[in-house]
């Protein structure tokens, strides 16, 4: 069964730093696209990040570029986000998601950051 | 990267139909076919409902149909029941970055 878990999310202070991961089963995650998506509370969906299969070319959200990190461990068959200098407006539930298709074909649960003082 | 318009809600009786909008413009739904459409329920995770403007991944009933017109996209649920009640979402892409809608809460009345 193809399956994503995701796990990291806490509460942290402005200027913070967490870590997610998003660990995949029945498949790859160096073998297709994958992304990080988030949902602010009672707020749409919007895309963050993602990072190609192969060479594993990375590309973000005007709105966290510069400050959060896609990579993944193909040991560990693994997606991770490093997410730095947090805002209060970085509190979300962020997903990890499979692109096919030309779109998200699988997700995980969510985690939830929460980023407050 | 702005996000493509939905209205905030739509609604029908249990076995007709509701269409729901997605707009953009020609440089992200007007510029390719890759126009898809996520159904979320309260606390879930989004579900792949449509991908490439009017394509059913497997396990999702036909009665959701997806098309396109210029600068905007469309989902249409045909005999609604309530388990169609939830929020929905499209999304295309603006180069090669993914944007979603704005989402419409379809209410089965």
């Known amino acids: 069964e193809v399956q994503l878990v995701e796990s990291g999310g806490g509460l942290v202070q402005p200027g913070g730093s967490l870590r997610l991961s998003c660990a995949a089963s029945g498949f790859t995650v160096s073998s297709d696209y994958m992304s990080w998506v988030r949902q602010a509370p009672g707020k749409g969906l919007e895309w963050v990040s993602v990072i190609h299969n192969g060479g594993g070319n990375t590309f973000y959200a005007d709105s966290v570029k510069g400050r959060f990190t896609i990579s993944r461990d193909n040991s560990k068959n693994t997606l991770y986000l490093q997410m730095n200098s947090l805002r209060v407006e970085d509190t979300a539930v962020y997903y990890c998601?499979?692109?096919?298709?030309?779109?998200?074909?699988?997700w995980g649960q969510g985690t939830m950051g929460i980023v407050s003082s | 990267q702005s996000a493509l318009t939905q209205p905030p809600s739509a609604s029908g009786s249990p076995g007709q139909s509701v269409t729901i909008s997605c707009t953009g413009t020609?440089?992200?739904?007007?510029?390719?076919?890759?126009v898809s459409w996520y159904q979320q329920h309260p606390g879930k995770a989004p579900k792949f409902m449509i991908y490439?403007?009017?394509k059913r991944p497997s396990g999702v009933p036909d009665r959701f149909s997806g098309s396109k017109s210029g600068n905007t996209a469309s989902l249409t649920v045909s005999g609604l029941q309530a388990e169609d009640e939830a929020d929905y979402y499209c999304c295309s892409y603006a180069g090669f970055k993914p944007v979603f809608g704005t989402g419409t809460k379809v209410t089965v009345l």
């Open positions: 998601a499979r692109m096919a298709r030309g779109g998200f074909d699988v």
């Open positions: 490439e403007v009017n």
């Open positions: 020609s440089s992200d739904v007007g510029a390719n076919n890759y």
